[in-house]
């Protein structure tokens, strides 16, 4: 099993770029596990990408950095043979 550093490392050198829905997956886990809990405002409703990317992290509210660490590489382990 790849580490958290690996995994992020190799997803961004991802050579076909995932569908939104997956990036905001690794997105919200990512954040998760580098920040913790969501520490900003909700953006506008006009604010469409930001606004999605806000919602994906917060969907993982509550969740240990170590607990998002581990999400985050299943997620990867999961998308990899699709987009390494």
Known sequence: MVS???????AN???KKPTDAEFLEFYGLF????????NIEKPGALALKDKAKYEAWSSNKGLSKEAAKEAYVKVYEKYAPKYA
């Open 31 to 38: 954040k998760q596990a580098t920040v913790g809990d969501v």
């Open 4 to 10: 958290f550093e690996e995994a992020t490392e190799l």
């Open 13 to 15: 050198k991802f050579t």
